[in-house]
């Protein structure tokens, strides 16, 4: 034990480190809702299912949007940060004080009619909660359980409508973000106000439909009427009615429809609670979830339980700032590791597609983005629940047969490159293979799932797996012609799929060595080499020469200027376009960076270190590169393979505070998810992954100090900075020690974060020879034992 003076000492030279539930304050959801960045800013529990936010007419893929216009309503579940197509946000309810003239067809029902402005500078936003007045003075508040929303509505004291007594309207749309319903029912209870009903709905960037129920209960005034709606045309008979996607002539995905509650004036405060309860399942379900989950309508009490959750899910990580450093420098950070934790969302107990014990885990939306930093972060910050999501993936595979690139409710996703799941789950098993284990995580059944997408082409490649297997297999690349008449998937992107499937296959050779597998780790090991048969050394861009190119099953070259599909400078047609190209949302320039296991072999390729730096300062400089989409994450750290990991710290820095900051629209891209979100939160860290294997480069934290405490083995690992200068002119590391030891790597291993220990880093404005030597780099595929000291194989 240590002596009281000791600790009275430390703590005088220190400033105090934030912890507990004031780090919250740190975290603003506002961050990321304007300019596409679609980020969920309303009330979720960590990784919850109901997530209740106002809805914006527009820019509202996450629901709520920074100068999104009107307010349409208020729902109850989101995903977050995605691009394309809204998701979810079904069953809108919306509030109003009473219909004008006291005429019940006065008041507005279809979003179109009832959409309505809010004063923007009462839109408040904070872990487990949200709320905006309305021009129409009411005031909404809300605040989650797991499956359940509740909201508070404060009525103005006169209504703002003309002629309107005080008899507050409430209404239950049958409708989803994206108009998707095909059918709907609701029904109205007289007695208790009851609306509850269902739907059948698409997913926003997927195949199938879903069916989502719901339950909505009020308190807080009695019932004066009920009834339903249709259109713009509401009557308090009959309580029920069905829509349906058979009728002739109408367009049911859009047709307004939805029930209502009628109150007189309100008993207390003008307030009224709204519980909607959530299920995949059934009605009953919906409304069970709701009472067994907020059984009393206690708003304070939901909040606080909403707040303990968030400060749980934050609490392992602990920063001391630094005397005089910036505020935004914390809200940026904590702001970020939040939004790593609204999703995947936890639907165990609410899957109607098959029995099964086992989690059950969506919104992976989607794995190609997620992989490359959110599922290191939730890793490290909450290792049961990235367990338990990996488990619920490789429960799809086994119920579906496929591991899923993307998925949302319920729903399959659309694949964007290779087969991604692969590398998330080799990234936690060389981190916690045992753990995961001892956690019910099957490693066997996980190797058989990866195999399959490295051996079986699906019927449906657009969905699940890999497309041009028999090339792959044969050719040993993606020709840009393939002739693949074994499956169905858009045949575009050679270049970039034929990366994302060697390195997919590196990460299963990984697992192979690991499990005893030594014929495949052979073989895939192999595989992994194949991005080179893309690679056209004599192909120039700007002054560079060596890049991916197109190429044809006769093994001849194609061509696509290296530049095309640079977000920033030339784009079109770059997505899952009928007509899109050989590189998916990034540029040859940016695939051919894109061999993240075997580095040394493309820097030699590259023309050695020096041009590598180059190449690479050129790519960050010169509008090329596009923080804003995640491809981008990892070149930023790629400086520690050529020996230069003080460069790395200097374009993090470049990044944050420029194009990560604190305004609504601080972050640079979509945050699908959270990816914007993990990537600024492990950066300023100072321990970016390179995801899939067991390595986390070395930078300096923004912070003097960051520690993590392991929520399973209860170990706590410390990144402490000294000479640490909060102008952060002192950012590259002169000397490092691990536990007391002098430490040269400029990367370590999660045995870091899982067994604990201090990594002390002394600073200084210039960079030093610290982390440069080759035996200093992370491990590459082709750079053995003998000349590294340690090997790629953990
Ligand atoms: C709120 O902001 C929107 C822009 O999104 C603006 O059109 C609207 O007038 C503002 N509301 C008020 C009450 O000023
Ligand atoms: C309010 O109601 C009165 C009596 O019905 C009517 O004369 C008046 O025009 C109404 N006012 C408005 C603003 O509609
Ligand atoms: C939706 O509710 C209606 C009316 O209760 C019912 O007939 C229908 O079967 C329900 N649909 C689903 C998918 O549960
Ligand atoms: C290419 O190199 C030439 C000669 O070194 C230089 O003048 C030019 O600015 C360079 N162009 C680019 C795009 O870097
Ligand atoms: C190879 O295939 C490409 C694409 O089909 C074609 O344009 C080219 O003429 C072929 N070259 C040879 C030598 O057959
Ligand atoms: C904040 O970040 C956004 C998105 O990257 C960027 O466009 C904007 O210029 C940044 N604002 C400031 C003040 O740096």
Redesign the pocket.
Known sequence: MRSAGLVLLLAARRTIAQSGSSILEFVDPLIGTANGGHVFAGATLPFGMAKAVADSVTDGQGGYATKGGKIKGFSHMHDSGTGGSPSLGNFPIFPQSGCPDDTLDSCAFPETLRQEYVYNSTVAASPGYFSVKMVSDIKAEMTVTSHTALYRFTFPNSPVERNATLRPLILADLNDLPLSRS?????VDEETGRIA????FNPSFGIGSY?L?FCADFSGADICDTGVFMNNRAGSQPK?L?TTADGINISPEILPAGAWTQFEIPNNDNQILVRVGLSFI??DQACSNAESEIPDYDFEGVREAAVQAWTDTLSPIEIKPGDGVDRKFQKIFWSGVYRAAISPQDYTGENPLWDSDEPYYDSYYCIWDSFRSIHTMITILDPLSQINMMRSLVEIWRQEGWLPDCRMSLCKGFTQGGSNADVILADLFVKMRELSTEHGLDWEDVYEAVWTDAEKEPLDWAVQGRGGLHSWKNLHYVPTDDYDPYGVGPFTRSISRTVEYAYDDFCIAEMAHALGKSSDAQKYSERSGYWMNMFKPDQKSRNFTGFLQPKFLNQTWGYQNPIFCSPLLEFDSCYLNPDGHETYEGSSWLYTFYVPHDMATLITTLGGNTAFVNRLDYFHTSGLLYIGDEQGFLPVYLYHYAGRPGKSAERIHYYVPDQFNTSSNGIPGNDDSGAMGSFVALSMMGTFPNPGQDVYFITPPFFEEVSVTNKLTGKKATIRNVNFDTSYKNIYIQKATMNGEPYTKNWFSHSFFSEGGVLELTLGPKESDWGTRPEDVPPSLSRGHELTGYSIWT
């Open positions: 059918r709907g029912a609701v029904s009903g269902n739907g059948t069916e129920h029920h069905r059934s009605v």
